[in-house]
């Protein structure tokens, strides 16, 4: 293991990695451009080869080891993302890999993980858990552990995410890199402060899982007593202990996110840049309006696109509701011939597109005035929703907004 993170090492380790790494140019963002004030610049790491940004440190690691380390077998444990760069990995190198993942982990990563030669061990609520058996497995079993943060030679494959982002873009001002561990933060914040100390770098956390912004109020690693965030990439009890003192000197700042920012941020994403995002890849652009700044040039690195598709329609469908571009309204009307079609010409009349329709006429036993009728409703907007709500209730029907679910069943 490196000793210590050098510019010698980040160099030979972009050397190295470049023979399995895509190249991610930079993508400018005008639609955040223009909500921000600043000029946005992604680094989509969810296009990497593995889908995400982890295949650079597991490698750079793995082309570390002895070939007796090697040959004993591989083991980590991993949420998924480093789980697929240590499978990869370890295939390209022919050497026998063994992942253990926690038991929420997204099909997608499980059987991508599979899918390059590696046993997949499910094992554990969070990756804490799942890290402490792999270690288990490793001390039986003889195998090297690859740990997916706090170790210095991953720590510096990481970094090579900003080496490209600096050649790419070398007047950067801000690089905003998610957190869960810390370990692309330690390379990315301590290559960029080597290449350039102006530039500054912004750690990006769950704000169900910031574990590492507890750890620098605390000025030591500290351990949360559990983690609630859909950034399952990012869901981390425990920073890393050894990277931590990089942090502490190469950190500019933390910016936490709600996970209800990262629903509108994944729809954001899908509509203006035609790119999945994972959660975890989402928390730097939710960051983006938390970024106190303006006419800076901003990164934001989309740390990995791999997502199930049942967690894929949920956020769609949940993005879409929290636009205001799906609700539903409960009404009452009288249980008569064309009452129905009344209330239908008037949501047609204002572009409203009805999806769903629920008519219950045993809501009351006079049906005459208590039919209830629930209206799930696509519109274009808030103002679009609100015009619709307040036309219905000029003629009447005194609409009740209420929780929209199963919009697709």
């Known amino acids: 293991m490196a000793e210590e993170l050098t510019l010698e090492k980040f160099e030979e380790a972009y050397n190295i990695i470049k023979k399995v790494v895509l190249p991610t140019k930079l993508v400018e963002s005008e639609y955040y451009s223009n909500l921000t004030g600043n000029k946005v610049f992604f680094k989509p790491e969810n296009m990497q080869l593995t889908g995400a940004y982890k295949i650079r440190g597991a490698y750079y690691k793995i082309s570390t080891l002895t070939d007796e380390e090697r040959q004993k077998g591989l083991i980590t444990a991993s949420a998924g993302n480093h789980a697929q760069g240590v499978a990869y990995a370890a295939k390209a190198y022919g050497v026998k890999a063994t992942i253990v993942m926690p038991s929420s982990t997204p099909l997608i990563k499980v059987n991508r993980t599979k899918s390059y030669g590696a046993e997949v061990i499910l094992y554990g609520d969070v990756y804490d858990e799942s890290c402490a058996y792999a270690l288990e497995l490793a001390e039986d079993k003889g195998y090297t552990f690859i740990h997916p943060f706090d170790d210095l030679d991953v720590a510096t494959g990481q970094g090579s995410v900003a080496m490209e982002i600096i050649k790419e873009l070398p007047f950067v001002d801000y690089i905003l890199v998610p957190i869960g561990g810390g370990g692309l933060a330690t390379g990315v914040s301590t290559l960029a402060k080597m290449m350039n100390p102006n530039i500054k770098v912004i750690g990006v956390e769950p704000a169900g899982a910031n574990c590492m912004q507890v750890s620098l109020k605390n000025k030591k690693v500290t351990t949360l007593p559990m983690v609630d965030t859909i950034a399952d990439g990012t869901a981390v009890k425990t920073p890393g202990s050894k990277i931590f003192p990089y942090i502490q000197k190469n950190l500019d700042g933390i910016i936490t996110v709600e996970d209800n920012e990262l629903i509108v941020c994944f729809l954001d994403m899908l509509e203006n840049h035609k790119m999945l995002v994972e959660n975890s890849g989402l928390l730097t652009v939710a960051a983006l309006k938390h970024l106190n700044v303006k006419g800076q040039k901003v990164v934001s690195i989309l740390s990995g696109g791999n997502m199930d598709m049942i967690t894929f329609a949920s956020l769609v469908q949940h993005g879409l509701i929290a636009r205001s571009r799906i609700f539903t309204v409960s009404t009452l009307l009288p249980d008569k ?73």
């Open 337 to 409: 011939p064309g009452a129905l079609m009344n209330i239908s010409k008037i949501i047609a009349d204002l572009q409203g597109n009805i999806i769903k329709l629920e008519h219950n006429q045993f809501v009351s036993i006079n049906r005459n005035s208590a039919v209830e009728l629930v209206i799930t409703l696509e519109a274009f907007g808030p103002e679009h929703k609100q015009l619709i709500i307040n036309t219905l209730a000029e003629h009447g029907y005194r609409p009740k907004e209420k929780m929209t679910t199963g919009i697709y069943n």
